[in-house]
């Protein structure tokens, strides 16, 4: 069984920053592109950033260019989201998923495995 976990969320104050990291059971998770994902209050899943499976590739939403950084270590199986300048719309649940094996996407439908998510609020 896949499992997702992710950690590091918290409160933290406007201007501040997080890193999530997201420990995968994957089996070969080299050959997994790995995306972070975030759902505010009221609001629907989004995408945030994505990275391909030997890291070499990256995508961002604009929302978040230039403030977070998504990267990942293979041999830990874990992938990080590093989130600078927290702003108070930063607040959200921040989710790690894994689209089907060598499938490359910013489509949240397009994800099969998903953590539990990791809370995210950012005081003003």
């Known amino acids: 069984q896949v499992q997702l976990v992710e950690s590091g969320g918290g409160l933290v104050q406007a201007g501040g920053s997080l890193r999530l990291p997201c420990v995968a059971s994957?089996?070969?998770?080299?050959?997994?592109?790995m995306g972070w994902f975030r759902q505010a209050p009221g609001k629907e899943r989004e995408f945030v950033a994505a990275?391909?499976?030997?890291?070499?590739?990256?995508v961002y939403s604009d929302s978040w260019k230039g403030r977070f950084t998504i990267s990942r270590d293979n041999a830990k199986n874990t992938v990080y989201l590093q989130m600078t300048s927290l702003k108070p719309e930063d607040t959200a649940v921040y989710f790690c998923?894994?689209?089907?094996?060598?499938?490359?996407?910013?489509?949240?439908?397009?994800?099969?495995?998903w953590g539990q998510g990791t809370q995210v609020t950012v005081s003003s």
């Open positions: 990275i391909t499976g030997s890291g070499g590739r990256t």
């Open positions: 998923a894994a689209p089907r094996i060598g499938r490359y996407s910013t489509n949240l439908n397009d994800y099969d495995y």
């Open positions: 994957l089996r070969t998770f080299s050959s997994y592109t």
